[in-house]
C-alpha cells in the first residue's frame, strides 16, 4: 500500500459510524469529562492569579507551580484523546460537549455523519460547509438534499 493511500481519510457507512460508537463514546466520554475538569480548573488558577505577584517568598508557590505542571499533564491527555479520535476517523468538533463528525459519501458527494455524547447512535448528517446546526436527521429511503440521506 502506498503512504499516499494510508493517508486518506476514512470514510464511514451509517452501519460502521454505528459499529464504531462503544469505542468512540468511552474516549469522547473521557474527553469531555477532562476538558470541562481543565477549563474549570484554569479558570479557578487564573483567579487565584489575578493580580498576584509570583515571588519567591510566595509560600504557596511551588503549589501553584504543582497546580500548573498537573494542568500541562492533563492537556497533553486531552491531546491524545483527540488524536486517538482521529486515529479512528473521527473528527472532534467540540470536545465540550462530545461532538463528533464522521467523514462519509452520498450520492458521490462528501457529507459528514454527526453524532453527540448522549446519542444511542448515529441518526445526523450534514454538509461539509453546514456545521451543528445545519444537522439533518437520516431518514430511510431519503437522499441528502431533501431532508435526509438514504440509509
Not at 84 to 94: F, I, S, T
Amino acid at each position: 500500500m502506498s503512504e499516499a493511500r494510508d493517508k486518506r481519510p476514512k470514510v464511514f457507512s451509517v452501519e460502521q459510524a454505528n459499529a464504531a460508537l462503544p469505542l468512540v463514546r468511552a474516549i469522547a466520554t473521557d474527553l469531555a469529562e477532562l476538558a470541562r475538569e481543565v477549563l474549570e480548573r484554569k479558570e479557578r488558577l487564573t483567579h487565584l492569579l489575578n493580580g498576584r505577584e509570583r515571588e519567591r517568598s510566595d509560600p504557596y508557590r511551588s503549589e501553584l507551580a504543582e497546580v500548573e505542571a498537573e494542568l500541562e499533564r492533563d492537556n497533553e491527555r486531552l491531546h491524545e484523546y483527540v488524536q486517538e479520535l482521529r486515529d479512528l476517523g473521527v473528527e472532534p468538533k467540540n470536545v465540550l460537549e462530545g461532538l463528533l463528525d464522521f467523514p462519509s459519501v452520498v450520492d458521490g458527494r462528501q457529507v459528514y455523519l454527526c453524532w453527540k455524547l448522549g446519542e444511542p447512535e448515529v441518526q445526523y448528517w450534514h454538509e461539509l460547509d453546514a456545521g451543528f446546526l445545519g444537522r439533518q436527521p437520516l431518514i430511510a429511503g431519503s437522499v441528502g438534499g431533501n431532508g435526509g440521506m438514504l440509509l
